[in-house]
């Protein structure tokens, strides 16, 4: 054994005994490779299932290192886990073992901190305007203000006290309308630029996809430097950083930009950006009209609607002509005035961007109309390249999820991320990169053994979903297993529409049953939701896209976990589609290189919900039976855990009566 391994492995066993955890060979497999990552600088791709304790395999490594590591996280409650719980346990038994102090922070986006300046500003904006308007957010906006003046707080949105969004938005501020801490006289409190600075000397920093995708794709430094980055739940960077750097364009967000322009400098170029924010609404509205009836402007568009273009351009050229007055006025001292005059010229130099963007559509863009918000969307085709070129070229990366592979290969997803792997064309590295080429790939198990905890049934008799929501067999079907279980379901729909019409029929066939119903609503925050599911152990639990993932229910609450369809992306996504079809037309198989993987990822983290610890046991049943059927279903299957396979019903419902009934005697 290395003097590297027998150190990490000795800083391990000091950190488990210190969250009272147990040692798990993929745990401690997993730490070796990624000491060996950041010791060689090369990549890590690491699948680590449930229960492999992965956050500390990472943590523990690089701490050992002593090298300064970005730890990127997709969610909040990870996010959360770190800072609150993991970190705080660990680093006193790891600083006594390392013989030297330890520091963590985390770092978010100005935009989740309050902005003083803005907050005790004598002049309002747009956003202060609607407290005024509703004065019902008087007492929410009173509170936040005395929480901002408590010493020692954070600012921090997750932090604060619960308030209106409203409320929120007229205290806070994107980072491109922030003046910097250097220029704003409340630059010294600055909560955003505390939270920096303290990040900036930090042996570990946590953040999310989205900030570290913006400071990707932007070239731009936004978080602290580091000598590494861990990807958590790296499954789902590829989408979050096309979120991150997907452009939008509303008639409210223009009418906000000239509303502040128009209380910081009345005149001509003032009134001639609201003149335009107003026709700019107006054709977007009289658009989203078309679009309802016009099924051909649903999903992408191939060029800018020829209605909306001239309004655009409008807009743009008059915002231009604002920034380039705001740029000229460089004479005011007073502090106010100049936090505001940036507040302006972030919101309308973001507008104009926008609106240029979409005026010069290239060919690997996708445009699209959202019709429920009237927004135009632009979203990048590709960003593997990207994060190639400003990502993997920089530091180690390490990639880790408990579902990476698709078909028990990592290639499609190490594609997403930008790593060049199979036949991919070689790519040139200069000196002192780090080669993207150069990753290790590698799958720890997971310490679970899923045959003998569960159970995956796959019903051949349903007919194959059609477009209109899941069949009256399918719903039968979900029903009679519901009742087997005694509840104690949580049921994962591809569709809203999936979702309201499980709730439909199975608030009448479990009328009669001791069975309470929890149906997520669109807006719904997903912990309260899983709080009540958890607490009601009988109880049952329908929702869609957000509660495939992250949801962890361990116990007596969830021993059946059912999924209505194969979430393939749906045909009017525009962005999955574009990506199939410019596969298609270069002589490859979009679905089997976009579609397939993306619905294998998805299925493995919705299968994923049943078994969350060492006991548990219980039932995951795809309402599908193409995944029998066809042949894709092999490749499906190879991505999911290991779960004992049957199609026969009385097997499975007799296995979760009994499993209710033990449950119901403790």
């Known amino acids: 054994m290395s003097d590297l391994s027998a150190q990490v492995r000795k800083a391990l066993d000091a950190a488990i005994e210190a969250i009272g955890g147990t040692s798990r060979e993929g745990q401690i497999e997993m730490a070796e490779a990624v000491a060996n990552a950041l010791s060689d600088r090369h990549h890590l791709m690491v699948q680590a299932g449930t229960g492999t304790g992965k956050s500390l395999a990472y943590l523990v490594p690089a701490l050992v290192h002593g090298k300064r590591v970005l730890v990127a996280t997709a969610t909040l409650a990870l996010q959360r886990q770190l800072v609150e719980r993991d970190l705080p346990r660990i680093v006193p038994a790891l600083e006594k073992v390392l013989g030297r102090d330890i520091s963590f922070g985390i770092y978010k986006g100005v935009g989740n901190y309050i902005c003083l300046q803005k907050m005790n500003s004598e002049t309002s904006d747009p956003d202060g305007d609607v407290l005024l308007e509703v004065s019902s957010l008087g007492q929410d906006a009173k509170r936040l203000t005395a929480w901002a003046k408590t010493p020692g707080v954070s600012g921090d949105r997750d932090d604060a006290p619960d308030v209106d ?113 107003d026709a700019f609404d107006d054709a977007m509205d009289s658009y989203g009209q078309r679009v309802k009836y016009e099924t051909n402007l649903q999903g992408r568009l191939d060029q800018l609607p020829s209605e909306l273009e001239a309004p655009i351009r409008k807009v743009r050229e008059s915002a231009q002509g604002i920034t380039q007055s705001i740029s000229a006025d460089e004479e005011i001292v007073d502090s106010d005035a100049i936090a505001m005059r940036a507040r302006v010229k972030g919101a309308v130099t973001e507008v104009s961007t926008t609106a240029g963007k979409l005026l010069k559509l290239g060919a690997g863009q996708v445009l699209w109309y959202e019709p429920t918000f009237s927004t135009l969307h632009l979203a990048p085709l590709a960003v593997s390249s990207v994060l190639r070129a400003n990502l993997l070229t920089k530091t180690p990366v ?159 609450s969830c021993i059946l976990v059912a999924i209505d369809r194969i979430p393939f992306p749906r045909p009017d996504d525009p962005v999955m589609s574009a990506r199939a079809a410019e596969i298609d037309a270069a002589g490859g198989s979009g679905f089997m290189q976009v579609s397939l993987p993306r619905a294998a990822l998805l299925l493995a983290q919705g299968t994923g919900r049943l078994i969350r610890s060492e006991e548990d046991r219980g039932v995951v049943a795809i309402l599908d039976s193409r995944i029998v059927t066809k042949r894709y279903g092999s490749v499906l299957l190879n991505s999911m855990p290991p779960l004992w396979r049957t199609s026969d019903a009385a097997i499975v419902k007799d296995s979760l009566k009994r499993l209710s009934e033990e449950l119901m005697q403790k």
Not at 245 to 270: N, Y
Not at 458 to 464: Q, R
Not at 509 to 531: F, H, M, N, S, Y
Not at 533 to 553: A, N, P, R
Request: charge should be negative; include cysteine.
């Open 165 to 277: 969004r409203r409320v929120w938005y007229a205290n806070s501020l994107s980072g491109r309308e922030c003046v910097g801490a250097d220029v704003c006289a409340y630059g010294h409190q600055c909560f955003a630029a505390i939270a920096k600075a303290k990040a900036q000397t930090c042996d570990v920093v946590v953040t999310n996809h989205t900030l570290l995708a913006i400071e990707i794709v932007d070239s731009h430094p936004i978080l602290p430097e580091r000598d590494a980055v861990i990807l958590d739940e790296a499954h789902e960077f590829m989408d979050r950083t096309t979120q991150a750097v997907t452009e939008e364009l509303t008639g409210p967000r223009v009418s906000r930009a000239a509303a502040m322009a128009r209380k910081h400098m009345p005149g001509k170029l003032a009134d001639a950006f609201t003149k335009a924010a």
């Open 398 to 556: 390490i990639a880790t999820s408990a579902t990476l592979t698709v078909g028990n290969g990592f290639d499609a997803m190490a594609r997403n991320i930008g790593f060049v792997v199979g036949d991919d064309a070689d790519t040139q590295v200069e000196e002192g990169d780090v080669d993207p080429a150069n990753v290790k790939m590698l799958d720890v198990g997971s310490p679970f053994d899923f045959a003998n905890q569960g159970m995956l049934y796959m019903p051949k008799h349903l007919p194959e979903p059609g477009r209109d929501g899941p069949s009256i067999e399918a719903l039968t079907e979900l029903g009679e297993l519901i009742d087997a279980a005694g509840g104690r379901t949580l049921a994962l729909f591809s569709s809203w529409r999936g979702v309201e019409a499980a709730d439909a029929h199975l608030r009448k066939v479990l009328a009669e049953l001791p069975i309470k119903v929890i149906t997520q609503k669109r807006g719904d925050a997903v912990g309260p939701l899983v709080e009540r599911f958890v607490k009601d152990e009988t109880s049952i639990l329908l929702g869609t896209m957000s509660l495939w993932q992250g949801v962890d229910v361990p116990g007596a």
